[in-house]
């Protein structure tokens, strides 16, 4: 059989998507054993890792050539004596001792969404979330906020996953023009801080509910910027939000159902002087729906977590803020499948 580029046709493509759980859940063992962190710098024979590891023999060397084979190792030689380390990538952002590690997220896969992922069928049917509510009757954000060490490891992971798109953020977009910024559902502060640390004329401020204050807090005097981010504390439902010359909200619109998002811009548009500017930091779906496979699966991941909330495209964006007043839209493009939509008032 011919495909339409007179090539062979194969099932390739059909067997390495449907069994890509395979390559996921090696990696995902890989994180949960902290292997590129007992690494480090080093080099080590399977034995010697295997052995730092706890892992049985039987699954050593097809456990760590299959991660040489994915690209996650490098090794060198072969048979028992050759020698296992990091890729340049593993070991930048897969050691733990590195402050690019990003393995936090990944944990969280392993921990929760792996196994959240097995009812997307049952999500499909219902429309409803498959998480930790389907037991507790409670959302997820109620059962992580009831839980202080949980919420800030999940906190953590989000820190990990978000660190490269905050920093093109605060590179990328002109502050020159703006005094003020506040980034809503700030969590431990990154935007803030990764803003504070570039534009001397800002004031920032990272806002939150008060249960992450102080985890907030934290992470901004590990940063040494006490004195220029400010922690509030508040419910954007309830509180509105502070005002400023720059709002930002990094991968929280797509946390809500359509009426939820509307209602936030509203607030965004508010809180903004005439020429202010509302940025969100999201996996924005292409408008076409062809390309971002990732944002369209994290879109599925709403569906997980949430039931009716949802991703979206640049082109939905411009559209609610157009109903909010807003009358000005760019977009700019972040780290990989990430970008910032904003929105001029």
């Not at 590129?36 to 010697?48: A, H, I, N, S």
């Given at each position: 059989m011919q495909n339409q580029n007179d090539q062979p046709l194969t099932p390739g493509n059909i067997l390495r998507t449907g069994l890509a759980f395979w390559n996921s859940k090696t990696l995902l063992t890989a994180v949960e054993f902290e292997v590129?962190?007992?690494?480090?710098?080093?080099?080590?024979?399977?034995?010697?890792l295997g052995a730092a590891l706890g892992i049985h023999p039987r699954g050593i060397s097809d456990f760590f050539d299959g991660l040489v084979a994915m690209g996650f190792l490098e090794r060198d030689g072969n048979g028992d004596q050759a020698l296992y380390y990091n890729t340049e990538e593993t070991g930048t952002f897969l050691d733990k001792n590195k402050e690019t590690y990003l393995g936090g997220f990944l944990e969280m896969a392993n921990a929760r969404l792996y196994r959240f992922w097995g009812d997307l069928g049952e999500a499909l049917k219902t429309g409803k979330p498959q998480n930790?509510?389907?037991?507790?009757?409670?959302?997820?954000?109620?059962?992580?906020?009831?839980?202080?060490?949980?919420?800030?490891?999940?906190?953590?992971?989000?820190?990990?996953?978000?660190?490269?798109?905050?920093?093109?953020?605060?590179?990328?977009?002109?502050?020159?023009?703006?005094?003020?910024?506040?980034?809503?559902?700030?969590?431990?502060?990154?935007?803030?801080?990764?803003?504070?640390?570039?534009?001397?004329?800002?004031?920032?401020?990272?806002?939150?509910?008060?249960?992450?204050?102080?985890?907030?807090?934290?992470?901004v005097a590990k940063e040494g910027l006490e004195d220029r981010v400010e922690v509030v504390s508040g419910d954007f439902f309830k509180d509105g939000l502070p005002k400023a010359d720059v709002i930002t909200m990094g991968m929280i619109l797509h946390d809500w159902n359509l009426e939820d998002k509307k209602h936030l811009i509203r607030l965004a548009y508010e809180s903004l002087p005439e020429g202010g500017a509302f940025c969100v930091i999201e996996n924005l779906i292409d408008d076409d729906r062809r390309e971002n496979v990732f944002g369209l699966m994290m879109s599925l991941n709403m569906l997980i977590e949430f039931g009716d909330a949802f991703d979206f495209s640049a082109a939905d964006f411009e559209s609610w803020c157009r109903e909010a007043g807003f009358t000005r839209f760019e977009v700019i493009p972040l780290a990989g499948p990430c970008s910032a939509a904003i929105a001029y008032k």
């Open positions: 590129f962190t007992v690494l480090g710098d080093e080099k080590m024979t399977g034995e010697e930790e509510i389907k037991k507790t009757g409670k959302p997820m954000f109620e059962v992580l906020y009831e839980d202080v060490p949980r919420l800030e490891q999940f906190m953590g992971a989000m820190r990990g996953i978000s660190m490269g798109n905050f920093v093109a953020f605060a590179e990328k977009f002109d502050f020159s023009n703006y005094s003020s910024l506040c980034d809503i559902g700030g969590a431990t502060g990154l935007l803030a801080s990764q803003v504070a640390k570039r534009h001397e004329n800002v004031a920032c401020k990272t806002f939150d509910l008060p249960v992450v204050e102080p985890i907030a807090r934290k992470w």
